[in-house]
């Protein structure tokens, strides 16, 4: 039988030592490279012209890119509804997202909501209202019978949800029975004009959007009548998937929070048209998915 040497016995030990040292060095490189990545993609979804929307938010994109050491880079949804699959597809690591989709995206993907910014008005949520031309002679549900509606998006709350629970609370089964016609504009701006051109007798579409075209042309106000508004949610909310390290995940909130305490965060904020930003939470989101539960339980609706 061979013997080993104290000295090999020795050796090996140390080697096995150093094996094990190397191999908990690597681990924690990797997973703190995991939790820096070199850049992150953060969808926006498309409220406004796409064009001003994207400026807008690549001043705010540079500012989170130089205070992280992370390069934040933008990605415009083409629909509302794309969210669950542009997470998926594109690998967003988060998104700016309306009420509705930002429910779907923490129901179905575990995202975080963290942030909400707080607008001009000082307002960081948002409702939805149901409107008609004050000539209409639209005043009830008796009076909508058989006109036509126009919707925003069936993944909005504003432009969408909250009119299907609005209609089956009064009573409502059935839209395609109940109107003539309806359909969807695919921006609140779109749905306000199609009602003001007498296009379509109702609408639907956000509070925000509404007293906005207002401010800028108050002959909007005097033709248009508000007939039901929405419980508030918030407006737009700044989501990140769950993969995304703890620590980046409260750096990035941190950054967020206190912008308005900084000259340099303020000068962002007057371009991105924001007072400010506040904390988010799940709990914001709870009347979204009530909301949601009722219309899927007591209303029909084909799709178009």
Not at 110 to 132: D, R
Not at 142 to 148: E, N, R, V, W, Y
Not at 257 to 271: E, I, P, R, S, W
């Given at each position: 039988m061979?013997?080993?040497?104290?000295?090999?016995r020795h050796f090996a030990r140390c080697f096995i030592a150093c094996l094990l040292v190397c191999s908990v060095a690597t681990a924690a490189l990797a997973v703190s490279a995991?939790?820096?990545p070199d850049e992150l993609l953060?969808?926006?979804?498309?409220?406004h012209n796409i064009f001003d929307q994207m400026e807008r938010y690549r001043t705010l994109a540079d500012y989170l890119s130089e205070q992280l050491g992370v390069k934040v880079k933008l990605t415009i949804m083409s629909r509302y509804g794309e969210v669950i699959k542009r997470f998926r597809t594109l690998r967003l690591d988060g998104a700016f997202l309306t009420s509705y989709t930002a429910t779907m995206g923490i129901k179905e993907l575990h995202l975080e909501?963290?942030?909400?910014?707080?607008?001009?008005y000082g307002a960081s949520t948002s409702q939805g209202y149901i409107f008609v031309r004050k000539d209409s002679g639209i005043r009830s549900m008796?009076?909508?019978?058989?006109g036509s509606i126009v919707f925003v998006d069936p993944a909005t709350m504003e432009g969408y949800l909250f009119p299907l629970v609005f209609l089956a609370q009064h009573g409502v089964k059935n839209i395609n029975e109940f109107f003539h016609d309806y359909y969807f504009s695919g921006s609140h701006a779109s749905a306000i004009f199609t009602v003001l051109d007498g296009r379509a007798d109702i609408g639907a579409a956000k509070s925000t959007v509404f007293d906005q075209l207002v401010k800028s042309d108050p002959s909007i106000g005097q033709e248009l009548d508000i007939i039901a508004q929405s419980p508030k949610a918030p407006e737009v909310t700044l989501c990140i998937k769950s993969e995304i390290s703890q620590n980046l995940r409260e750096r990035l909130t941190r950054v967020l929070l206190h912008m308005d305490k900084t000259v340099a965060g303020k000068n962002v904020l007057q371009q991105f048209k924001a007072q400010g930003f506040v904390k988010s939470n799940t709990e914001d989101f709870a009347i979204i998915e009530k909301m949601a539960q009722e219309s899927l339980g007591s209303l029909t609706v084909h799709g178009k």
């Amino acid at each position: 039988m061979r013997h080993v040497s104290r000295s090999a016995r020795h050796f090996a030990r140390c080697f096995i030592a150093c094996l094990l040292v190397c191999s908990v060095a690597t681990a924690a490189l990797a997973v703190s490279a995991s939790a820096q990545p070199d850049e992150l993609l953060i969808g926006i979804e498309p409220e406004h012209n796409i064009f001003d929307q994207m400026e807008r938010y690549r001043t705010l994109a540079d500012y989170l890119s130089e205070q992280l050491g992370v390069k934040v880079k933008l990605t415009i949804m083409s629909r509302y509804g794309e969210v669950i699959k542009r997470f998926r597809t594109l690998r967003l690591d988060g998104a700016f997202l309306t009420s509705y989709t930002a429910t779907m995206g923490i129901k179905e993907l575990h995202l975080e909501p963290i942030a909400s910014p707080v607008n001009l008005y000082g307002a960081s949520t948002s409702q939805g209202y149901i409107f008609v031309r004050k000539d209409s002679g639209i005043r009830s549900m008796i009076d909508m019978k058989g006109g036509s509606i126009v919707f925003v998006d069936p993944a909005t709350m504003e432009g969408y949800l909250f009119p299907l629970v609005f209609l089956a609370q009064h009573g409502v089964k059935n839209i395609n029975e109940f109107f003539h016609d309806y359909y969807f504009s695919g921006s609140h701006a779109s749905a306000i004009f199609t009602v003001l051109d007498g296009r379509a007798d109702i609408g639907a579409a956000k509070s925000t959007v509404f007293d906005q075209l207002v401010k800028s042309d108050p002959s909007i106000g005097q033709e248009l009548d508000i007939i039901a508004q929405s419980p508030k949610a918030p407006e737009v909310t700044l989501c990140i998937k769950s993969e995304i390290s703890q620590n980046l995940r409260e750096r990035l909130t941190r950054v967020l929070l206190h912008m308005d305490k900084t000259v340099a965060g303020k000068n962002v904020l007057q371009q991105f048209k924001a007072q400010g930003f506040v904390k988010s939470n799940t709990e914001d989101f709870a009347i979204i998915e009530k909301m949601a539960q009722e219309s899927l339980g007591s209303l029909t609706v084909h799709g178009k």
